[in-house]
């Protein structure tokens, strides 16, 4: 379900170029200033999501409190799609009778609904894609009240395989997501762009280009450590792709699926806050636990993620399985995670002038919830295994 090959080494200088100045562009539509947060079935309901499911997270999603800690776009994977109809508008197959009061029911609790579909023919689970019926889909999108769009670029790898260059194939992919973007714009209604790419030919060099919200820059997430902490970490030196109205995607959240224990699920929301990451959760709101409810809502973590300033952190030092990680805040402090890689407990001993402060800082533990005082020399902590220390550090 992704295309694993990166080709941006394949692509001269010169090809990139066809396409413009990729960097800085950023949107300009007034959609997602912050990174969206929100709730997406794959995760948990892969082929198996209905009508019923979508509400049932939808109320979760109020009765929780994930609403009101900003989590707001319920979003509909791929398997929704039925058949088209004589005019070949798109229509739901049965385990959804009625999108729009669907979208209706969403709307009425304070949310917003998304949806999915792939440039290609089919959708990677094989049910209709949107080649050639772009215009139409997207007005049946708009028309149901849809505010958001996935758009999952593997059902069009059988196009990019007849190209007879690299070239050749990264332009049927850039053009394929323009099509798009200028028929969502078309329709007259807000709909975010997120294009599911995998990180193909370095995305984020050109993400804005074709509209795009937020990009996939990976592959697939999966919940085990090995593939959070692959995906999460792989995204040093991408910040400066990164602002309000175009975000680099590392994929969903998992927390709360169960493969993962508590240490390594706090470090998977530390690193996406830092990250600027799009929050979406993969579990099922309905039965989650409250231990994974006060992790998916805690405020000091979402403050980070949806900071104002819209600045992605990044690695600042490594010493083997230890990192630091740092982001900087609209008032000035910086978000400091010192994650563990390693699966037994290791001492970090975090300098805070090497991250840029020039007298002693006040700290506070986000994940213990808890003011540290003063802290004028190195400070020494324990992390345990595949876990992180969380701070908000202020001069």
Not at 22 to 47: E, K, V, Y
Request: proline share 3%; glycine share 10%.
């Amino acid at each position: 379900m992704r295309l694993s090959t990166l080709r941006v080494t394949c692509l001269s200088v010169a090809a990139l170029s066809m396409f413009g100045s990729f960097i800085g562009n950023a949107q300009t539509d007034g959609l997602a200033s912050r990174p969206p947060m929100g709730w997406n079935s794959w995760n948990h309901f892969h082929r198996n999501v209905d009508d019923a499911a979508v509400r049932a997270q939808a109320d979760a999603m109020v009765s929780s409190g994930m609403r009101d800690a900003g989590y707001v776009y319920v979003n509909i994977d791929d398997t929704w799609q039925g058949e088209r109809d004589a005019q070949g508008n798109i229509q739901a197959n049965s385990r959804f009778p009625d999108m729009k009061a669907l979208a209706d029911y969403v709307h009425s609790k304070g949310l917003k609904i998304g949806i999915y579909s792939s440039p290609g023919a089919l959708t990677c689970a094989k049910f209709a894609g949107s080649l050639g019926h772009e215009v139409q889909d997207a007005r049946t999108y708009a028309a149901w009240g849809m505010d958001y769009l996935k758009y999952d670029l593997c059902g069009l790898r059988e196009q990019m395989k007849v190209a007879a260059t690299p070239e050749e194939a990264h332009k049927i992919m850039f053009d394929a997501y323009i099509k798009m973007r200028d028929a969502l714009k078309a329709t007259g209604r807000p709909i975010v762009y997120s294009l599911c790419q995998y990180g193909n030919d370095a995305v984020w060099r050109w993400g804005t280009e074709v509209g795009g919200n937020l990009w996939r820059t990976t592959g697939d997430i999966s919940d085990k450590y090995s593939s959070m902490e692959a995906i999460g970490f792989s995204q040093a030196g991408l910040a400066k792709f990164a602002g309000p109205g175009h975000w680099n995607d590392p994929d969903m959240l998992e927390v709360g699926n169960g493969g993962m224990n508590a240490d390594e699920y706090r470090t998977h929301m530390s690193l996406w806050a830092i990250l600027a990451a799009p929050l979406l959760a993969g579990n099922d709101l309905s039965t989650m636990t409250a231990e994974t409810k006060a992790m998916l809502t805690n405020r000091d973590v979402i403050a980070v993620d949806q900071d104002a300033a819209g600045k992605q952190g990044d690695r600042a030092w490594v010493e083997g399985p230890l990192e630091i990680w740092v982001r900087q805040l609209a008032d000035g402090s910086k978000a400091v995670g010192v994650f563990n890689r390693h699966p037994s407990a290791l001492t970090a001993t975090v300098d805070f002038k090497a991250l840029g402060f020039t007298r002693a800082v006040k700290a506070r533990d986000i994940w213990q919830g808890k003011d540290m005082g003063t802290i004028s020399a190195p400070y020494t902590a324990r992390i345990p295994g595949h876990g992180v220390l969380f701070l908000k550090v202020s001069q």
